[in-house]
């Protein structure tokens, strides 16, 4: 597509990629901050996969059988050992870690995983981490299964027809396929894919299982989540994702307002549950891991009792974790060779991804930005990823309606003009959504779902010198009014250079089949 549209395009999907990592970072804020248990069995996978990497290169070189027993054996007394770490006086406050805390430890992590060679942290905690989540896929499966839960959740709410609710507005079409993202289609995986994968594949031949393998186990946990939450009480669903400007910060009031919902739920269902599951408190628990591993625990408690509903709780959540981190690492690490290529142009050392400086700068740099927009977002509610988490399924299916209009141009130069329609149909059904959700949530004229609109709302409540509900003073309405205006420039930016992209592979298509 020439050189001056990858100059053009990388830089933004640079800042996409800073993004999508910074709100998964946040996801691990939220589940594991304040949290001893479960900040103790994330985080011991970090010294278990590097011991195993020591293990399997350095010590006894090749006994993969050997350091994956070693490995899921002390993963397994890492989970026991985290409760006995909960309720221990002095550990406790050991291991229990501000959101502040938790973000610049991913940071570092993030940080070593791309810089250290991949043997390792990267390779042997991923390798890991995966038989943490297909045994846990299974377990989860074998106990849905087994538990048969209920759907508590009506098949359609009343949100599904106003288009407004608690935890996210806008209608079915388009916005739906920007809220559900990984289990679908996801461009993270798709820059993953081409990024790491290639790197730790032994043959050509693994591609299909990892890749198609891969994603269907990530469907399957879909599902799984899916399940978890309408099979849990709706009034719970809502006090768990429903942010604390609406609901209150207290027990009383969020059982009060969500029952105004049509959804009954009390202060004391509330507080038993966050007293099964040994935690602080449910409220406002947004992020989808937190529901997650609730909605699982409260499933395998049919079977086992509610005895062990914490242990269930903190698995589900050590499963996501875990999950989360090998993102956060092969992530960071794909950022950085996007930042060579990108800087690799102007200085040549950049090019050379076996030189250390390079790759240590590199790093920093990509830790730097994503992490930035962490710190600012846990700290401020109003600022860094907490601004821009509206963007966060538009970035992330742009991506995917990018990698499946470069699939179909890739079929196009190879002549492959037959097969066209199995990457252009999926690709026509992306663009259509996704780029009507981007262009939707900018000009919408609701401003509960416009960006501009939205902005033009608080303009005009300021200018009477009055402050709309959840804003508690002038200049965080400012600053709102500075972030609508923030996403909808990004926004607009991301959707051009997206249909650009798509634009310029249809006249290569166009060409190639003429010339063919």
């Known amino acids: 597509m020439g050189s001056w549209s990858s100059w053009l395009f990388t830089p933004s999907l640079s800042s996409c990629w800073q993004f999508l990592l910074a709100v998964l970072a946040l996801v691990v804020v939220k589940a594991t901050a304040m949290s001893p248990w479960s900040a103790f069995t994330s985080f011991a996978t970090i010294p278990i996969a590097?011991?195993?990497?020591?293990?399997?290169?350095?010590?006894?070189p090749g006994a993969v059988l050997q350091a994956t027993?070693?490995?899921?054996?002390?993963l397994m007394l890492s989970l026991v050992l985290g409760r006995f770490v909960a309720t221990h006086p002095t550990l406790s406050k050991l291991f229990t870690f501000s959101e502040v805390q938790i973000a610049f430890g991913l940071m570092i992590y993030g940080f070593f995983a791309s810089a250290l060679p991949v043997w390792l942290l990267l390779a042997p905690r991923d390798?890991?981490?995966?038989?943490?989540?297909?045994?846990?896929?299974?377990?989860?499966?074998?106990?849905?299964?087994?538990?048969?839960?209920?759907?508590?959740?009506?098949?359609?709410?009343?949100?599904?027809?106003?288009?407004?609710?608690?935890?996210?507005?806008?209608?079915?079409?388009?916005?739906?396929?920007?809220?559900?993202?990984?289990?679908?289609?996801?461009?993270?995986?798709?820059l993953i894919s081409s990024g790491t994968s290639p790197k730790l594949l032994d043959k050509e031949s693994h591609v299909r299982l990892v890749g198609y393998g891969s994603m269907l186990g990530e469907s399957f946990v879909a599902i799984m989540a899916l399940i978890s939450a309408v099979s849990m009480?709706?009034?719970?669903?809502?006090?768990?994702?429903?942010?604390?400007?609406?609901?209150?910060?207290?027990?009383?009031?969020?059982?009060?307002?969500?029952?105004?919902?049509?959804?009954?739920?009390?202060?004391?269902e509330l507080k038993r549950i966050a007293q099964l599951i040994e935690e602080p408190t449910i409220l406002s628990k947004v992020g989808g891991a937190p529901a997650f591993a609730i909605g699982i625990a409260l499933i395998?408690?049919?079977?086992?009792?509610?005895?062990?509903?914490?242990?269930?709780?903190?698995?589900?959540?050590?499963?996501?974790?875990?999950?989360?981190?090998?993102?956060?690492?092969?992530?960071?690490?794909?950022?950085?060779?996007?930042?060579?290529?990108?800087?690799?142009?102007?200085?040549?050392?950049?090019r050379d991804y076996s030189n250390p400086w390079a790759n240590m700068t590199a790093s920093f740099i990509t830790v730097a930005l994503w992490g930035y927009f962490l710190y600012a977002g846990v700290?401020?509610?109003?600022?860094?990823?907490?601004?821009?988490?509206?963007?966060?399924?538009?970035?992330?299916?742009?991506?995917?309606?990018?990698?499946?209009?470069?699939?179909?141009?890739?079929?196009?130069?190879?002549?492959?003009?037959?097969?066209?329609?199995?990457?252009?149909?999926?690709?026509?059904?992306?663009?259509?959504?996704?780029?009507?959700?981007?262009?939707?949530?900018?000009?919408?004229?609701?401003?509960?779902?416009?960006?501009?609109?939205?902005?033009?709302?608080?303009?005009?409540?300021?200018?009477?010198?009055?402050?709309p509900a959840g804003i508690n003073s002038f200049e965080i309405a400012q600053r709102v009014i500075m972030n609508d205006y923030t996403n909808a420039f990004l926004g607009t930016l991301y959707v051009a250079l997206v249909s650009l992209v798509i634009l310029l592979t249809l006249k290569e298509v166009i060409s190639?089949?003429?010339?063919s």
């Open 512 to 515: 190639s089949w003429q010339k």
């Open 379 to 467: 700290i401020d509610p109003y600022g860094g990823i907490r601004s821009l988490w509206p963007l966060f399924g538009i970035s992330n299916q742009l991506l995917a309606t990018t990698a499946l209009t470069l699939a179909v141009l890739y079929l196009a130069k190879n002549r492959k003009f037959k097969y066209l329609w199995v990457a252009g149909f999926p690709a026509l059904l992306m663009a259509i959504n996704t780029i009507s959700a981007g262009i939707l949530k900018v000009f919408h004229p609701d401003p509960r779902i416009g960006f501009l609109a939205h902005a033009n709302f608080i303009s005009q409540n300021v200018a009477m010198g009055e402050l």
């Open 127 to 190: 390798y890991l981490s995966t038989f943490m989540k297909l045994g846990t896929v299974i377990i989860i499966g074998l106990g849905v299964f087994i538990a048969n839960p209920e759907v508590k959740m009506p098949a359609l709410t009343q949100y599904a027809q106003t288009g407004i609710g608690p935890v996210w507005q806008g209608s079915l079409f388009p916005f739906l396929m920007i809220t559900i993202a990984c289990g679908a289609v996801s461009g993270f995986h798709a």
């Open 233 to 268: 009480e709706p009034g719970l669903y809502f006090a768990i994702n429903s942010p604390a400007s609406i609901i209150g910060k207290t027990e009383e009031t969020a059982a009060q307002i969500i029952s105004s919902w049509g959804f009954n739920i009390s202060a004391e």
């Open 50 to 60: 590097m011991l195993m990497g020591l293990y399997m290169w350095k010590i006894r």
């Open 300 to 350: 395998f408690a049919r079977i086992t009792g509610e005895a062990l509903l914490s242990f269930w709780y903190h698995f589900a959540i050590l499963f996501e974790v875990v999950f989360i981190l090998t993102t956060i690492d092969s992530g960071t690490r794909v950022g950085r060779y996007i930042l060579q290529d990108l800087l690799g142009g102007v200085i040549k050392s950049f």
């Open 69 to 74: 027993a070693i490995g899921i054996s002390l």
